[in-house]
């Protein structure tokens, strides 16, 4: 499985950007999905997930309310909805698919950059 993250870009606080993550090489559509983000220097953390339905989604507190994950199993896609975006919200962003197996994350696209200014 290939994960391709795009969508980051430069935008004001208080913006808006949609973070999109296409898989190619097999169907996605029977794995969580997920999105992480990383600061230079730091660990990476968790964002959100999704299961592999769709019916469960779940959020970090530092975005929750803002940021809203979502998939299209048919366009083997997952998404990220970001609003109200801070500054503290500049950093590279991954997508992540995992069969919730016992490794842990399975596949991990390359990251996108986010970028908030004040």
């Known amino acids: 499985v290939q994960l391709q993250a795009y969508g980051g870009g430069l935008v004001q606080a208080g913006g808006s950007l949609r973070l999109s993550c296409a898989a190619s090489?097999?169907?996605?559509?029977?794995?969580?999905m997920g999105w992480f983000r990383q600061a230079p220097g730091k660990e990476r953390e968790f964002v959100a997930a999704?299961?592999?339905?769709?019916?469960?989604?779940y959020y970090a507190d530092s975005v929750k309310g803002r940021f809203t994950i979502s998939r299209d199993n048919a366009k083997n896609t997952v998404y990220l909805q970001m609003n109200s975006l801070k500054p503290e919200d500049t950093v590279v962003y991954y997508c992540?698919?995992?069969?919730?197996?016992?490794?842990?994350?399975?596949?991990w696209g390359q990251g996108t950059q986010v970028t908030v200014s004040s």
């Open positions: 992540a698919a995992d069969s919730m197996g016992a490794v842990g994350v399975d596949y």
């Open positions: 090489g097999r169907t996605v559509s029977t794995y969580a």
């Open positions: 999704i299961s592999w339905s769709g019916g469960s989604a």
